[in-house]
């Protein structure tokens, strides 16, 4: 299960470090991908797997579906944590989410989320102003 909030770097060559407690889930090999509000998603391979079937699953003839399937699993990428402990964001992904160096890596339990910190702060300072309509919205969920 992942959750927390981490601030990281990414480096020249592109390169950011998982938080140590994260380092052994993704251990076998991970995935990171697209993700929402231009985030990266990252998943551990055998969590990767499982998203992607049902992506896969999903009709072709509605052009919705086509097109959020297209951004997850064209956007996919195999990447292995390095000996350091780092994982190698692919330059395509960076430019999507507007990845600068300084990231905040999220966990939110199935999966990681890199966000440029400025987007993120901006993200975050928008969703905690409006978190009491979220919650009504949501009613029993929690």
Known sequence: MFIGQFRHT?????RMAVPVKFRASLAEGAVVTRGLDRSLFLYPKTDWENIAAKLAALPLGQSDTRAFARLMLAGAMDVDIDKSGRVMIPEYLRTYAGLSKD????????????WDETSWNEYATKTEGASNDIAERLGGLI
Do not use: A, M
């Open 103 to 114: 990231v905040v890596v999220t966990g939110l339990y199935d999966r990681l989320e890199i």
């Open 10 to 14: 990414v480096d020249d060559k592109g």
